[in-house]
């Protein structure tokens, strides 16, 4: 639930074969619906057309695919862990594998339009020649909309704990992100209508991903002597964990155990209660930083001030607006945040001292510390995470114009107060970033399309998480700016077996801070060697 790429390397942290003759695909897939709002979409052209997202984003040889076609054809098979054509290299501590699936864009139709889904695939070094019997551990990213940073090595943090229980890891590019279809305005050009896009973006959502799993589980694993042969285990960061709960209500049979960082989901219905809760931590957040650094009080009002009195364009051609600055709260989330974000704001405070204006240098940093541009999925899809049977409607945006938000959060500058700190917004997206971010513009009709879309589909099925016996455990963090802890303290009291564990040691980003500690305590507490003591 991060969006910074400079700050946070967005909270993480392959060979397929181009003539595998079939993908086993998902055979009376699970849809979770209201009533009389089961519904299908119609399905888009997307390998169809030399234009196609799948097309813009897949790589131009097939080498290390598996796809479906000639699935008919037994001839032709190639187990995707046998095909040489796979792209592989090393880093310290593993083999990597790049592999690339062939998945449906829309489960409900099989046989229609494709989508390509990318994995990293990391093995032990030297335990390369087991790939075929070594279990998976999968790890899901934070998100919506992120892909996950490439690793520079496999000797430290979780993928070494991962390493060290005897797992080969997948690093999976969620549907629409990264190497797998990735989603922009460019990407989304060959469709013809706002209502297309729409219509195409509404299978991105955590059912799909885990659906993609299924199918890179299958196929991977086929041929393995048993069913526990060919379970996953699990490890979600953030929007991770809320795929790993929508996983655990539609194919837990798949699903060896799970371990959730800072992403146990509110089991709600509409983002309303997620942002009643979450807007006054940011104020907390707010209040924390100003203690910090006081001075910051009179340098926002300053810049503040002045980008309430000037058009000022980014490098990329987008405008820093005072909204869009005042999302650099973001940074609040993780550890280390106050003080990225009071160099950003020493260095603009000078530059309007020193030269009237905002600096190239100062401007650039601040277009670096966000993604929405490089990750527009997060902006127009961002609150749809929540939406089960009903719209989202911009609910952040919404409650920041009633009290007692609005006045905690006032940015207008003839409504300040003389001596009011301005506060930062969070992770919350609005309307306005439909204007500020140039790769959002050309997306504006097709993100408002998305608000008022209302038969999104059920993610969870809370009868099935009730009766769970898949071991699972799950970190939150007392003072996550991102995940409600309350939220999250009922998600888990409703999980059968589920074991939590609540610290305020870490931040949102604690995975990726102490992430060898934090999955070795997770797995003992998921097999029940140890019991957490509050």
């Known amino acids: 639930m991060l969006v910074l790429r400079r700050f946070m390397q967005r909270r993480s942290h392959g060979g397929a074969g181009s003539v595998f003759a079939r993908v086993n695909r998902v055979p009376g897939y699970e849809t979770i619906a209201f009533p009389g709002l089961r519904r299908s979409y119609p399905s888009v052209g997307v390998h169809s057309s030399m234009h196609s997202a799948a097309a813009v984003s897949a790589p131009n040889s097939s080498a290390g695919r598996i796809t479906m076609d000639n699935r008919d054809d037994t001839s032709q098979k190639v187990h995707p862990l046998d095909d040489s054509a796979v792209e592989s290299y090393t880093i310290p501590g593993a083999k990597v594998f790049d592999r690339y699936f062939e998945c449906p864009l829309d489960y ?17 070094y030297d335990k390369a020649d087991q790939v ?26 979780w993928i070494k704990a991962a390493f060290e229980k005897g797992f080969q890891v997948l690093l999976l590019d969620q549907r629409g992100t990264g190497q797998s279809s990735a989603v922009s305005a460019r990407a989304l050009a060959h469709l013809e209508s706002d209502e297309a896009k729409r219509d195409y973006l509404l299978h991105f959502r955590a059912d799909n991903i885990v659906r993609d799993c299924e199918t890179i589980r299958k196929a991977l694993t086929e041929n393995r002597c048993s069913a526990d042969d060919c379970k996953l285990t699990l490890l979600g960061q953030s929007f991770g964990g809320f795929c790993i709960v929508t996983y655990l209500s539609l194919f837990p ?31 907390k957040k707010n209040k924390l930083y100003y203690q910090k650094y006081p001075r910051d009080v009179e340098r926002v009002r300053h810049i503040h001030a002045h980008l309430s009195t000037h058009h000022v364009t980014l490098p990329d051609g987008g ?4 909204r869009r600055f005042l999302q650099l709260g973001l940074l609040f989330g993780g550890s280390g ?5 009071h160099q950003t704001i020493l260095s603009a405070a000078t530059d309007l001292d020193r030269l009237g204006q905002l600096s190239f240098r100062t401007l650039s940093a601040i277009q670096s510390l966000q993604s929405f541009d490089t990750n527009v999925f997060y902006c127009i899809l961002h609150e749809s995470i929540y939406c089960q049977g009903e719209p989202s409607q911009w609910t952040a945006e919404k409650l920041l114009m009633e009290e007692p938000f609005k006045s905690q959060f006032e940015w207008r500058l003839d409504a300040l107060r003389p001596d009011q700190p301005i506060y930062f ?11 500020d971010y140039v790769e959002l513009r050309p997306l504006k009709n097709v993100a408002n399309l998305l608000a008022e ?25 007392f003072e996550d700016m991102y995940v409600d802890v309350r939220h999250s303290e009922e998600t888990a009291s409703k999980i059968n077996g589920f074991q939590q564990w609540i610290t305020n040691e870490f931040a949102h980003n604690g995975l990726r801070v102490d992430g060898e500690r ?12 140890e019991s957490y003591n509050r």
């Open 108 to 124: 409900s139709k099989p046989d229609g339009s494709k989508i390509t889904v990318f994995a990293r695939h990391l093995v032990p």
């Open 337 to 341: 945040g106050y003080d990225t974000l």
């Open 453 to 477: 879309f209302r038969d999104w589909p059920k993610l969870y099925d809370e009868a099935v998480l009730a009766k769970n016996t898949v071991p699972v455990a799950g970190v939150s963090y």
């Open 253 to 283: 049979q798949s699903i060896r155990e799970a371990y959730i960082t800072g992403g146990v989901p509110p089991l709600v219905n509409s983002p309303d209660p997620v942002y009643r809760a979450l807007y006054p931590r940011m104020l």
């Open 518 to 529: 934090i999955v070795k305590y997770l797995a003992k507490l998921a097999s029940g060697e």
């Open 132 to 157: 075929k019997k070594l279990p998976f551990f999968l790890y899901l990213q934070g998100g919506p909309g992120f892909e996950v940073a490439p690793p520079s090595s496999a000797s430290s943090g």
């Open 425 to 435: 917004t969070g992770e919350t997206v609005y309307p306005f970033m439909l204007d």
């Open 319 to 322: 405008t820093l607006s005072p």
